[in-house]
């Protein structure tokens, strides 16, 4: 078991006015002690703007094949430190195990010689899976790592994210065909023939492709809120993540906090510390749900900016299909010109104009070759203009009947 001290600062910090030992890690805020430090480091690529250890921590390790509650890492406080207590998950260490001893001077001699041949494996083979390890390493795979047909898998309820079959997903279904699933899936039970998935739906989706009948799975008993949880923690660290998908993601994650007891500010910041983004950035995101969805698309494609995407959001349903119309006609939009709208001022601008280019695209234009199969040769333009003109009066007056 390892142990980690550090010193908190109290004239700040959350901590200090609740003590951690008190509180669910997962939605404890981070704070830093020179913000501003922080960013620069953070713009530097050293270092996140803000902290998201504990969930790290927590998460790293549930998803070990022999993690249990039992081996959950603890955080306690009080005024002038916290302390981190990171169970050892490879070995049954007792809990009166003596903080200064080493983990090499902790393990047996059989221990250590099993680590070295499984080291010198990892070192020469990249394709070794938790079938080889567990032989190596003589022991059994646990209860929580299974493998179960892929069709008893479904979708996260509700999932935020999309699973697109780009060349991304071409890329993964070949390796996946070439060598299986190597990361297990996180599902948890929904009855007794089918799994949720958590964390994994890409790799679901290309061993299906790839025609894969089972796949290994690690099972979690979690409740609705934690499972909403830990499924954005895990995908929202992607590396290319759409709007909508944060925005979704964000939403559902708030819910779960605030289902928790967490709310107001609090439960923002919570959502936002995972990916460095303070507790207004995060509402700003949630807001993007109120779009049309084609809207939406448009702020995906990067054709509208996000900051002129949240002011449009708060438009009404009508005054945000009003401003649709109007980029589907060609027009830009102006934050300005969406601020007047919400401020009830000079709101027929964009539907005047769209109106104005409405009609310029109606103009209709018959060639003078067609118009000469029904006129005599020494028809004027003139003379044929007065008998169209004439012919459309009386079919207007006519009830424009046919």
């Given at each position: 078991m390892l142990q980690h001290k550090g010193i908190i600062n109290c004239s700040s910090s959350y901590e200090c006015r609740s003590f951690l030992q008190d509180r669910d890690p997962l939605t404890v805020p981070?704070?830093?002690?020179?913000?501003?430090?922080?960013?620069?480091?953070?713009?530097?690529?050293?270092?996140?703007?803000?902290?998201?250890?504990?969930?790290?921590?927590?998460?790293?390790?549930?998803?070990?094949?022999?993690?249990d509650e039992s081996k959950r890492p603890s955080f306690r406080s009080d005024r002038y430190q916290f302390t981190v207590v990171m169970p050892n998950l490879n070995y049954d260490v007792s809990q009166e195990f003596e903080e200064n001893k080493t983990m090499s001077e902790s393990m047996s001699e059989l221990e250590r010689t099993r680590m070295q041949i499984i080291l010198h494996y990892l070192n020469t083979n990249k394709e070794i899976n938790s079938s080889i390890a567990a032989k190596l390493l003589k022991v059994e795979i646990t209860d929580g790592l299974k493998e179960i047909d892929v069709d008893k898998l479904h979708d996260f309820s509700n999932y935020p994210f999309k699973v697109s079959d780009d060349e991304k997903m071409e890329e993964l279904t070949e390796s996946i065909r070439?060598?299986?699933?190597?990361?297990?899936?996180?599902?948890?039970?929904?009855?007794?023939?089918?799994?949720?998935?958590?964390?994994?739906?890409?790799?679901?989706?290309?061993?299906?492709?790839?025609?894969?009948?089972?796949?290994?799975?690690?099972?979690?008993?979690?409740?609705?809120?934690?499972?909403?949880?830990v499924m954005v923690d895990s995908n929202i660290q992607r590396e290319e993540i759409l709007p909508s998908e944060k925005a979704y993601a964000f939403q559902m994650k708030l819910e779960a906090i605030q289902h928790k007891g967490i709310k107001g500010e609090e439960s923002r910041e919570v959502v936002g510390e995972a990916n460095g983004l303070s507790g207004r950035q995060v509402s700003r995101y949630i807001?993007?749900?109120?779009?049309?969805?084609?809207?939406?698309?448009?702020?995906?494609?990067?054709?509208?900016?996000?900051?002129?995407?949240?002011?449009?959001?708060?438009?009404?349903?009508?005054?945000?299909?009003?401003?649709?119309?109007?980029?589907?006609?060609?027009?830009?939009?102006?934050?300005?010109?969406?601020?007047?709208i919400k401020n009830k001022e000079k709101s027929t601008d964009i539907i005047e104009r769209s109106e104005e280019k409405t009609q310029q695209s109606a103009k209709v234009t018959i060639s003078r070759k067609k118009l000469?199969?029904?006129?005599p040769e020494n028809y004027t333009k003139a003379e044929m203009e007065n008998i169209i003109y004439q012919l459309l009066e009386k079919w207007k007056s006519d009830g424009y009947d046919i």
């Open positions: 981070s704070t830093r002690r020179n913000p501003v430090l922080a960013d620069v480091f953070n713009r530097l690529g050293y270092m996140e703007r803000k902290g998201s250890g504990f969930g790290k921590i927590i998460s790293g390790y549930e998803f070990q094949i022999n993690y070439e060598r299986g699933v190597l990361l297990p899936i996180l599902v948890r039970k929904t009855n007794d023939e089918e799994y949720e998935i958590i964390s994994g739906h890409r790799r679901t989706h290309a061993a299906r492709l790839a025609g894969i009948e089972k796949v290994p799975v690690i099972i979690r008993e979690l409740s609705d809120d934690d499972a909403t949880i807001k993007l749900t109120n779009l049309l969805p084609e809207l939406l698309e448009m702020v995906d494609e990067k054709k509208i900016a996000i900051k002129l995407a949240v002011e449009i959001a708060e438009l009404s349903e009508n005054e945000q299909q009003g401003i649709l119309d109007y980029f589907n006609l060609g027009y830009k939009v102006s934050l300005e010109q969406v601020k007047a000469k199969q029904y006129f």
